[in-house]
């Protein structure tokens, strides 16, 4: 009898264990959380401008709990910030090489402001590295153009805002002047800089290098 019973709880320890394991995501069903689009892609200043001006809230998709574990940098980022994260899920792209996933960090509840990061996979789900690409806040906002190689062309600008009139009733705040920052060329499949930041290198990889000095060549010819 009392083997009988011994016999029982470790079967339906087994059985646990294997529904466990049954319900842990795969990496293709991580992807399947991203709407597909293709490359290059860019993001739209005027939206983003927009989207800190009126602070309208948008129901959006939010990227379940369980497939957290495939963002690594959500739990290093937690470790700066006590704000909930709540990853809304924007695109994933594929070149021959590698997945990318674009998405908004959505921390807080701070209604406008945008943080977008994009992560690298190899193609058997080996992560690659994560880098914040374009966001806006009230003080900056940063947009990103990113080509078929996973290369990045990112610019930054410094808002200033209108002035409400006192004669307003409900006055609404307006961005006066979007001011050009810097540039920043990113190779985004390597190992980045996952946290907002205000760019000040203006590095270039080598093979943008090679093409504008190339133009430079035929432009002396």
């Given at each position: 009898?009392?083997?009988?019973?011994?016999?029982?709880?470790?079967?339906?320890?087994?059985?646990?264990?294997?529904?466990?394991?049954?319900?842990?995501?795969?990496?293709?069903?991580?992807?399947?959380?991203?709407?597909?689009?293709?490359?290059?892609?860019?993001?739209?200043?005027a939206a983003l401008k927009d989207q800190i001006e009126t602070g309208v809230p948008v129901k959006v998709k939010r990227l379940d709990w369980s497939y957290y574990?495939?963002?690594?940098?959500?739990?290093?980022?937690?470790?700066?910030?006590?704000?909930?994260?709540?990853?809304?899920?924007?695109?994933?792209?594929?070149?021959?090489?590698?997945?990318?996933?674009?998405?908004?960090?959505?921390?807080?509840?701070?209604?406008?402001?945008?943080?977008?990061?994009?992560?690298?996979?190899?193609?058997?789900?080996?992560?690659?590295?994560?880098?914040?690409?374009?966001?806006?806040?009230?003080?900056?906002?940063?947009?990103?153009?990113?080509?078929?190689?996973?290369?990045?062309?990112?610019?930054?600008?410094?808002?200033?805002?209108?002035?409400?009139?006192?004669?307003?009733?409900?006055?609404?705040?307006?961005?006066?002047?979007?001011?050009?920052?810097?540039?920043?060329?990113?190779?985004?499949?390597?190992?980045?800089?996952?946290d907002p930041v205000e760019w000040t290198s203006t590095a270039k990889p080598a093979r943008w290098m090679e093409q504008e000095m190339s133009a430079d060549m035929?432009?002396?010819?």
């Open positions: 009898m009392r083997n009988l019973k011994v016999t029982t709880a470790i079967l339906l320890m087994l059985l646990s264990v294997g529904s466990l394991c049954a319900q842990e995501p795969t990496f293709q069903e991580f992807l399947q959380q991203f709407p597909k689009a293709t490359l290059p892609y860019s993001f739209d200043t574990q495939f963002l690594p940098e959500l739990e290093r980022s937690a470790q700066f910030s006590s704000k909930p994260v709540h990853p809304e899920p924007v695109a994933v792209f594929e070149t021959d090489d590698f997945y990318a996933v674009l998405y908004n960090i959505a921390r807080g509840l701070t209604r406008g402001t945008k943080t977008y990061s994009i992560s690298i996979f190899e193609k058997n789900g080996a992560y690659v590295g994560t880098h914040f690409i374009a966001g806006v806040d009230n003080q900056h906002l940063t947009t990103a153009t990113i080509d078929e190689q996973l290369t990045a062309r990112i610019e930054g600008f410094n808002i200033s805002w209108e002035r409400p009139s006192r004669y307003d009733e409900a006055p609404s705040p307006k961005i006066s002047d979007l001011e050009p920052s810097n540039i920043e060329v990113l190779e985004l499949t390597v190992p980045g800089n996952p035929a432009k002396m010819k």
